[in-house]
């Protein structure tokens, strides 16, 4: 691909250790929340991050905005390693690089009114130039009214809350947001205000966007790629409509086919393939594939061979046995409709 | 096919230091033996409350129960006496809540919470009961059940959790159980396996089911009717395929156009519905919808009280521009 690359992984790490003994001094394992991730983000795309609670992929946000310091792996914007710099040092990327949070009811401070919970970043960044006009115009892009700027935060209702988590991302101009379950808290139709918006200023900033969600179809409306994660790995990664017609990985699979898609009639033509058992604990994770306990077309060899990510079709990486050109061909997986 | 439980005119209040909250405002559905029906609607629309109510689980003060009939199996469950309804409650019709964590006591194992629902309903010794505990952690998919009965519910995860939170609903093999949301809190692999398991369950013994969600991609695969909830009231029912397939009310139709489908490429846009639902303190007149509507003509829907009207055989909406079934309005 001939785009400009935003943000660039390359085999990422993070683990927690996990400690016990007299004040916690001894280290007794680790929680492997992310193992080896490497992808780019592009200019002006929005790259779904997919996966259930507890994948790392809260984890993985958190490590490419430098709020945790990866275990090993380099994180570059515009070829520079994050992971290399001072607190000093980054901050100017930190204006390069903006986050939307999951609760808007957690993320704003209460004693704040949405003035100054928007013009909190400028005065972070020391840019006093224009403040006020920057204000105004940044409350009217994400769709407030102008005497909103005045309240606090618990005169929002949730979907205005999200609002103004984005104005507070939008108005250092940032190339990269990460947008961390940014819907969850919300209900359908004020989602579906929250997806256009966001949809909006993409096209208008030309803003790459991480969105990190569990929700596959919501990812599906938002995302032109799809990155999937499953126990700190990335397993599977795709453009959006590839990645749903044609799902390789059988946790993929799995996934797609658990979630209920709003019409009587598709569903009763559809098969739920049940996974077994619940993911299993990240300190401990299954040798060879991680998957291959829970996996349906697992075989002798995936309890031992760990699957990289390699891409079986253009653009279309995936970690998984089955698709080696060593072993025999699976055959093809029916579409998801 | 007799209805095993009728709500008729269902009336519940909060009174709170800061109005008259009216959550359920005189809300009327069946629920046929066997049957699987949907509540649907957004946070603060009442489908919770107007569920609890059924079992008198509404906190009073500041909640009442204003009016109203609940006819159980032909029994008006709002005349009975407090030690009556408790042999309804968990015996006849159970409950599975939302979150797990906090609806089970943290301080007893599992296996003594499901004994506790046995020996208040059936005349067992502990003994008895304790067996029968293993044996319904071994049907809702528990590994190791003799052991786990000796766990406490903070070493469960919230998939395992859920499925206790099950295991106690059927326990006494009631005729109906009423579910609030009990997949928001667990993974979508998860959420297909309890669903699954709920559906096997209802069909295995015949048992009907409130599923009270606001997923309708959960509701078109489980349910056989829905009911669509605003602002307190009902504002549209019927068959589950005819709703998703025909809708009549214009909530209804915002509700189904703004989610987005996995089955479906990227739209342009989602269609939302503008603004927010109302505050149940300050209701507006007529129709609860009509600020946010693009259809209202501002004439008859701000004066005219809302009333279900049967549109074609089972399928009523309570929108009065869809009247006699002719759409002022189109669906697509």
């Not at chain 1, 990664?237 to 990985?249: G, I, V």
């Not at chain 2, 095993?4 to 809300?27: C, P, S």
């Not at chain 2, 809708?247 to 739209?267: A, E």
Request: glycine letters at 6%; aromatic letters at 6%; one cysteine or more.
């Amino acid at each position: 691909m001939a785009e400009e690359i935003v943000l660039q992984l390359n085999h990422v790490y993070k683990h927690f250790p996990v400690t016990s003994g007299f004040f916690r001094r001894k280290t007794v394992a680790e929680v492997k929340a992310v193992t080896d991730v490497s992808f780019n983000i592009y200019k002006g795309e929005t790259l779904g991050l997919v996966g259930e609670s507890g994948c790392g992929k809260t984890t993985l946000g958190k490590c490419i905005l430098q709020l945790y310091r990866p275990t090993s792996g380099e994180v570059l914007y515009q070829g520079q390693d994050l992971c290399r710099l001072d607190e000093e040092q980054l901050r100017p990327f930190r204006q390069k690089i903006q986050v939307i949070f999951q609760d808007p009811y957690d993320s704003l401070n209460p004693r704040f009114t949405a003035a100054d919970i928007i013009s909190e970043p400028l005065l972070i960044q020391r840019i006093s130039d224009g403040k006020q006009a920057k204000v105004d115009e940044i409350i009217h892009t994400v769709g407030l009214a102008p005497y909103m700027a005045e309240r606090y935060p618990h005169e929002f209702s949730g979907g205005q809350r999200q609002r103004l988590g984005i104005a507070r991302a939008l108005i250092l101009q940032p190339d990269l947001i990460i947008c961390d379950e940014p819907l969850s808290a919300l209900d359908v139709s004020i989602q579906a205000q929250i997806v256009n918006l966001l949809d909006d200023l993409k096209k208008k900033f030309n803003i790459a966007y991480l969105f990190i969600s569990h929700d596959l179809s919501i990812v599906r409306q938002i995302s032109d790629r799809v990155a999937i994660m499953y126990l700190g790995r990335v397993v599977e990664m795709a453009d959006c409509d590839e990645f749903y017609e044609r799902p390789l990985h059988p946790y993929t699979e799995a996934l797609l086919s658990a979630v209920p898609i709003p019409d009587p009639e598709v569903e009763a033509r559809r098969a739920v393939m049940l996974l077994k058992g619940e993911v299993p604990s990240p300190i401990n994770p299954p040798t060879g594939c991680v998957f291959h306990p829970r996996c349906p077309k697992a075989f002798a060899d995936c309890p031992n061979i760990v699957p990289e990510l390699t891409e079986v079709m253009p653009g279309h990486p995936v970690a998984c046995l089955l698709y080696k050109s060593s072993y025999p061909k699976p055959e093809t997986n029916s579409k998801i409709a | 096919m007799g209805n095993l439980l009728e709500v008729r005119d269902l009336t519940t209040h909060f009174f709170t230091q800061d109005g008259v909250v009216k959550a359920v405002n005189g809300i009327s559905y069946t629920v046929d033996e066997g049957e699987t029906v949907a509540l649907v609607g957004e946070s603060g629309c009442g489908k919770t409350v107007g569920a609890l109510s059924i079992l008198r689980l509404i906190p009073e003060p500041p909640g009442k129960i204003l009016s109203g009939e609940i006819l159980f199996q032909g029994k008006d469950l709002l005349k009975l006496s407090r030690q009556e309804i408790q042999q309804v409650r968990g015996a006849q019709i159970s409950m599975i809540f939302q979150e797990p964590l906090t609806s089970l006591n943290p301080v007893l194992t599992i296996g003594r919470q499901l004994s506790e629902a046995l020996q208040a309903h059936k005349k067992i010794d502990s003994q008895t009961a304790r067996d029968e505990a293993i044996k319904l952690l071994q049907m809702v998919g528990i590994p190791q059940a003799e052991r786990r009965v000796k766990d406490y519910p903070h070493h469960f995860s919230g998939g395992m959790r859920q499925r206790v939170m099950i295991a106690m609903a059927i326990s006494c093999r009631p005729k109906l159980i009423i579910a609030d949301e009990p997949t928001t809190a667990v993974d979508v692999t998860v959420q297909a396996q309890l669903l699954e398991m709920i559906r096997g369950f209802t069909q295995e013994l015949n048992t009907s089911l409130i599923l009270i969600t606001h997923n309708l991609g959960v509701v078109a695969r489980y349910a056989q009717r829905i009911y669509v909830m605003y602002a307190g009231r009902i504002v549209e029912y019927g068959p589950t395929a005819e709703v998703f397939h025909q809708p009549y009310h214009p909530y209804t139709v915002g509700l189904l156009k703004s989610v987005p489908r996995l089955d479906q490429p990227k739209r342009e846009r989602l269609q939302s519905i503008a603004g927010q639902p109302p505050d149940l303190i300050y209701a507006p007149e007529g129709c609860a919808f009509q600020p946010r509507c693009v259809y209202c003509d501002g004439g008859q829907c701000s004066i005219q009280e809302e009333k279900l009207i049967e549109i074609s055989p089972g399928h009523f909406s309570s929108c009065v521009l869809a009247k006699g079934g002719v759409l002022i309005w189109q669906k697509r």
